[in-house]
């Protein structure tokens, strides 16, 4: 499944990042590998850019770009947790 094809909410984690070579290496450099751990928060409101979060950090990219990277979607007896803490640190950088 691509990251591109999930919704507001999903979680999943990543298998592999296959994007164009310097896009890829961007993302890499980011933080986002596999294995790493993310949650959907929100679409624009045209659908495009979509923006997660992970390891406390809020990205935005590009569909295109999201098309690029699999990724395996996680149970949603898993969710709840990381709801609450992707919520607060939403929270936190607002006020920032």
């Known amino acids: 499944m691509k990251l591109s094809e999930l919704k507001a909410g999903d979680r999943a984690e990543i298998t ?5 070579t310097t896009i890829r290496r961007r993302l890499m450099d980011m ?4 294995g790493t751990e993310f949650e959907v928060l929100r679409f ?3 659908g495009d850019p979509i923006e997660i979060g992970y390891k406390g950090l809020l990205l935005t990219m590009r569909m295109n ?3 690029g990277i699999t990724v395996r979607k996680l ?3 898993d969710r709840h947790q990381h709801v ?3 919520r607060s640190r939403v929270r936190f950088f607002r006020r920032g």
Do not use: N
Request: proline share 10%.
């Open 16 to 20: 592999s990042v296959g994007a164009e």
């Open 31 to 34: 933080g986002l590998i596999r």
């Open 44 to 46: 624009a409101p045209l």
């Open 65 to 67: 770009e999201a098309e």
């Open 75 to 77: 149970p949603v007896e």
């Open 84 to 86: 609450e803490s992707a």
